[in-house]
């Protein structure tokens, strides 16, 4: 069956709904909701609809739908009971008076059917599968509530009153033109970031000619490698990129999401290997947003967290330039959940620390004591090279031998591979094992309820 989608006016339309159970109730809030006209005509009806109708927001007849019920031509018919034989009977009477009709228990031959809806107001999304999978309908609904803010409502109405101030004015601008400079400038995402003062100093520039002379930077956290662990927001700015400069951890799938005309830089580092300077990636930043850019710094895991997200942005706010801040899961909480180990247990440890093994000066010089505590789980980011060293310092500053190790290799890809042993036999199990990084290493009791709790 092929279905127009149309966007009616819910004022103007006139719903008279036959049946009052759970189906009923569920075309009645969408209904009412649109400011619609509705009679309901049942025996029973659920508490929901008895509710709208002691609020005034709807008719009810508490009768059955009799055999000369009388229909309005142009009315919309929703034919909702259990008995198929009722709603036969009222969908002809209903056409024979020039109605539409809608059968909950026919999806073949109605007159219209019901979308599921994203309500964005006054931003709407509908999605149909013409009645065929309302299991597909149901699903593809689900995503797109996932993937659209509930602030693209707030972003629909800003733009609303937008266009209404321009048409009271009367402005002469190209309005096709001015409303692709728009929805690519800074504009749209500073109303989603809660900075209409923003929003409304960029779009003042372009209603006077202004062309915009800064760009953005996005600094986004991509997370500890599996694609499905990025956010929501996270996802909406790749997909807006203009130019990206990502970190050697962000894998090819998420590469994959980036716009296929964005410019794409690799500014990774690996161990005595940079392929840019950290100076020079600060810089390049601020070059590319001082050219109205919209700039993707796209680094695994969290930028604050290991991630030198700090050091970025202190120059690319000096510069005066707009930002925002992305986080992205840890590879501590990533690689332990795909790994199974609870950084924190009851039973086991009350408090988490994370340390780096490799410090600005390639030395690995931590605060050994500090590290040492019976109720505590240790998480040590980028310590492959230096784990021999690490373990042998934390027995001698008072760690048990036998403290349970886990080293989550690649955690949360496909070829992901967790080594467990103690702080006593790693040094010799990585030394006999060929091990890639990225690598995290877990040490505390945690690490024995991994045999348990593995899911991957």
Not at 273 to 302: F, M, S, T
Not at 373 to 386: E, N
Request: aromatic letters at 6%.
């Amino acid at each position: 069956m092929m279905t127009l989608p149309l966007v009616l006016n819910g004022s103007h339309c006139v719903f008279i709904i036959i049946g009052g159970g759970q189906v009923a109730a569920r075309k009645v809030r969408t209904l009412v909701a649109s400011g619609a006209s509705v009679t309901v005509i049942a025996p029973s009806v659920t508490d929901d609809i008895q509710v709208l109708a002691s609020e005034g927001k709807l008719t009810l007849e508490l009768r059955p739908a009799g055999t000369d019920e009388i229909y309005q031509a142009g009315s919309y018919v929703v034919l909702a009971t259990d008995d198929e034989q009722v709603n036969a009977l009222q969908a002809q009477r209903a056409r024979q008076a020039g109605a539409l009709v809608c059968r909950t228990d026919e999806p073949d031959g109605n007159d219209f059917i019901f979308p599921a809806v994203v309500d964005r107001s006054p931003l709407t999304v509908a999605i149909s599968t013409s009645g065929a999978t309302p299991a597909l309908t149901r699903s593809v609904r689900e995503r797109i509530e996932a993937f659209l803010p509930q602030d693209y409502s707030i972003l629909a109405r800003w733009m609303e009153d937008l266009r209404s101030r321009l048409r009271s004015e009367g402005s002469q601008h190209d309005r096709a033109n001015f409303w692709r400079q728009w929805m690519r400038s800074q504009a749209p995402e500073q109303i989603l970031a809660r900075r209409p003062d923003i929003a409304q100093a960029i779009t003042d520039d372009l209603l006077s000619g202004k062309e915009p002379d800064r760009g953005e930077v996005f600094l986004v956290g991509a997370g500890p490698g599996d694609p499905d662990l990025l956010t929501f927001r996270a996802l909406r700015l790749i997909q807006m990129a203009d130019v990206v400069f990502y970190d050697r951890l962000v894998g090819e799938r998420i590469i994959d999401l980036l716009p296929a005309a964005a410019e794409k830089f690799y500014v990774g580092k690996a161990r005595s290997d940079h392929a840019v300077p950290q100076d020079d990636i600060n810089q390049l930043l601020v070059d590319e947003a001082l050219k109205g850019k919209r700039v993707l710094r796209l680094k695994g895991g969290d930028p604050f967290i290991f991630g030198r997200g700090g050091e970025e942005i202190e120059q690319i706010s000096a510069s005066g330039i707009p930002f925002q801040v992305v986080p992205g899961i840890t590879a501590a909480s990533g690689c332990a959940s795909y790994a199974g180990i609870p950084l924190t247990h009851r039973d086991h440890a009350q408090s988490v620390r994370f340390v780096t093994g490799h410090l600005r000066n390639g030395t690995c010089n931590l605060p050994w004591n500090e590290l040492i505590h019976p109720s505590q789980t240790l998480v040590i980011y980028m310590g492959l090279v230096g784990l021999p060293y690490i373990c042998e310092q934390l027995i001698a500053h008072g760690m048990p031998a036998d403290t349970p190790v886990a080293l989550v290799e690649k955690g949360t890809l496909p070829d992901q591979k967790v080594h467990t042993g103690t702080l006593a036999s790693m040094p010799g199990y990585v030394e006999g094992r060929e091990i890639h990084a990225p690598t995290l290493t877990i040490v505390g009791s945690v690490v024995t309820l991994r045999e348990k709790l593995s899911w991957r």
